[in-house]
């Protein structure tokens, strides 16, 4: 079983900075693909932004070039950087995580319970 904790959510000014941070816990089980996701009230679930274990990113364009999203493969643990924080980035973030179970090789595909992040003034 791997669990994702997610952390850094919190009130933002508009014009400021934060860090996500998402841990994964567990054993047994290889991470390939880290991400964020979130939702914003009355909207769909939208990506945010996601990184290999390779590193390669993919940014939302809402969010480009000024968000980095960063992993620590050793520690299983993915981060995102938000800065120039608007009152349209409030939602709740998601972390994602996608990887192989080494007992039976099968994928899995896991949600954290969100972290809130309000940007508001």
């Known amino acids: 079983q791997v669990q994702l904790v997610e952390s850094g959510g919190g009130l933002v000014q508009p014009g400021g900075s934060l860090t996500l941070s998402c841990a994964a816990s567990g054993s047994g089980f290889r991470i390939n693909a880290m991400g964020w996701y979130r939702q914003a009230p009355g909207k769909q679930r939208e990506l945010v932004a996601t990184i290999t274990r390779g590193s390669t990113t993919t940014y939302a364009v809402s969010v480009k070039g000024r968000s980095t999203i960063s992993r620590d493969n050793a520690k299983n643990t993915v981060y995102l950087r938000m800065n120039s924080l608007k009152p349209e980035d409030t939602a709740v973030y998601y972390c994602?995580?996608?990887?192989?179970?080494?007992?039976?090789?099968?994928?899995?595909?896991?949600w954290g319970q969100g972290t809130q992040v309000t940007v508001s003034s």
């Open positions: 994602n995580a996608r990887g192989i179970k080494y007992a039976d090789y099968k994928e899995f595909d896991y």
